[in-house]
């Protein structure tokens, strides 16, 4: 059932587009209300293991090597970070404790030198 009131959208190819390109789309309505066409594009997901197996492009595999060791680097960068604040903040830690020793050991001396001389 359509009503008169709803829109129908259709996607209608603009170019034909070649293996691993992105298509883009027209959307026509049906309805004597709308504004200009929308152009929308649209890719089909491929992931990247996929694509090594269909491919024995040179090229191709170099990018897809590139890519993955992209996401180890950025993986073992964040992981370096994570270790890298945990040390810094046992640090702090570990120097507000001596800190608050030594502020009492200061107070300690300081009451004694008063004692003393007073």
């Known amino acids: 059932l359509i009503s008169p009131n709803m829109t129908i959208f259709v996607f209608v190819p603009l170019s034909p587009a070649s293996a691993g390109d992105m298509q883009?789309?027209?959307i026509r309505s049906s309805t004597t209300t709308s504004s200009l066409p929308q152009t929308v594009v649209m890719t089909s997901p491929v992931s990247i293991a996929s694509q090594t197996t269909k491919t024995d492009d040179p090229q191709m595999k170099r990018e897809i090597r590139l890519a993955?060791?992209?996401?180890?680097?950025?993986?073992?960068c964040r992981r370096?970070?994570?270790?890298?604040v945990k040390c810094l903040e046992n640090r702090v830690a570990v120097l507000e404790n001596q800190n608050k020793t030594l502020i009492g050991q200061l107070k300690t001396l300081k009451d004694l030198y008063c004692v003393k001389t007073g």
């Open 68 to 76: 993955k060791q992209q996401v180890k680097a950025a993986r073992e």
């Open 80 to 84: 370096k970070k994570k270790e890298y």
């Open 24 to 26: 883009a789309y027209q």
